[in-house]
């Protein structure tokens, strides 16, 4: 089974924060250390300084059932504090190949923002080499990942371009493909049109976040961009002649249901739009977005889509055979 939308920051567990913190001396902010209680009591020695799992936990996954992708965005803070050297973002990436090889996968594209580890004067770049070092680790568990650089809607142009420069160079050395990230109700995906047309001059292939928290416009828009796959794409429901262009180009859709329903980007599981898009011959897959932000898995995501209206296992196997088939890898052999 491949994963093919799933972000490192977003996917952290809290056993990895802390291995970081403390490996890197970090102080966990007073917030972060709720020491844990010894009968009624606090005693701050230094191992109940560190926070609990559950502490951690309730920083980083997004807890009501519905929320604005703003909310969604803040369970964020925490890994990307701890994510500043290329040694914690490489070790990220090690844990994350295991759980991923644990559940199965043995193919997955995982995505960050360079740009937003440089807090402590590394470059965008050490940052990446950082990551890509966790390759052979992943290889030796049976699966192999490679990374989509995000670059990041509301961020400096000067950190997109790094982003997109550095993607064109890493492009079939540990980095797939770029993409771009963030609140897309404020930063429409047009507005980025320079960056894509050069990386579409330079052979790279991009995803687009596009459709979830704006509407069809937005993925007409990354289309036209020439955008390979889209990310989430959801509000195409609501425009039969995008549905159809999708389905004769055979653009990928990146969904990711829990996390579409936690920010509100889909109403309900049982009018989620998947079996729909499937039925118009669209190419569709399913995805984590975020493990810990979400509290999901693959396995948990299959099990939920089940109750989507008319959802049949066939459907599954189509699932899975769509994921084949969208890799970044297979989509640059198609072309
Ligand atoms: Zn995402």
Same mark, same amino acid.
């Given at each position: 089974m491949n994963e093919l939308h799933l972000h490192l920051d977003g996917s952290l567990t809290p056993s990895v924060v802390k291995k970081i913190a403390e490996e890197e001396h970090i102080e966990l902010s007073s917030e972060d250390a709720l020491c844990q209680e010894t009968k009624g009591k606090c005693e701050r020695t230094a191992e109940n300084m560190l926070p609990s799992d559950e502490a951690l936990l309730s920083q980083m996954s997004f807890s009501s059932e519905k929320g604005t992708l703003a909310d969604y965005l803040k369970c964020f803070e925490l890994p990307i504090r701890v994510l500043q050297t290329p040694q914690a973002v490489r070790f990220a990436a090690m844990k994350l190949s295991e759980e991923l090889a644990r559940e199965g996968i043995f193919y997955a594209e995982i995505r960050f923002a360079p740009q937003f580890h440089t807090q402590k004067g590394y470059t965008q770049e050490q940052i990446l080499l950082g990551a890509i070092e966790a390759l052979g680790y992943a290889s030796l568990l049976g699966i192999e990942i490679s990374f989509i650089l995000c670059m990041m809607r509301g961020q400096s142009d000067k950190a997109n371009e790094e982003t997109l420069n550095l993607a064109v160079k890493y492009f079939g050395r540990g980095v797939c493909a770029l993409d771009l990230a963030g609140d897309e109700a404020l930063w429409p995906v047009g507005a980025y049109e320079g960056f894509f047309s050069y990386a579409a001059k330079k052979g790279l292939p991009f995803t687009v976040h596009a @459709?979830? $928290? $704006? @509407?069809a416009e937005s993925v007409e828009e990354a289309l036209r961009l020439g955008a390979w796959r889209i990310g989430h794409g959801i509000a195409a429901i609501n425009d039969r002649e995008l549905m159809k262009y999708l389905a004769e180009h055979h653009i990928p859709l990146e969904m990711c249901p829990t996390s579409n329903l936690q920010t509100g980007a889909a109403q309900s599981i049982e009018a989620y739009p998947l079996v729909e898009f499937l039925e118009r011959g669209m190419c569709v897959t399913v995805n984590t977005d975020n493990r810990t932000v979400s509290n999901t898995t693959m396995n948990k995501e299959f099990e939920l889509i089940?109750?989507?209206? @008319?959802?049949?296992?066939n459907n599954k196997r189509q699932l899975i055979e769509h994921a084949e088939m969208a890799s970044f890898k297979n989509l640059a052999k198609a072309r």
């Open positions: @459709g979830e $928290a $704006a @509407g089940k109750r989507i209206n @008319g959802y049949s296992e």
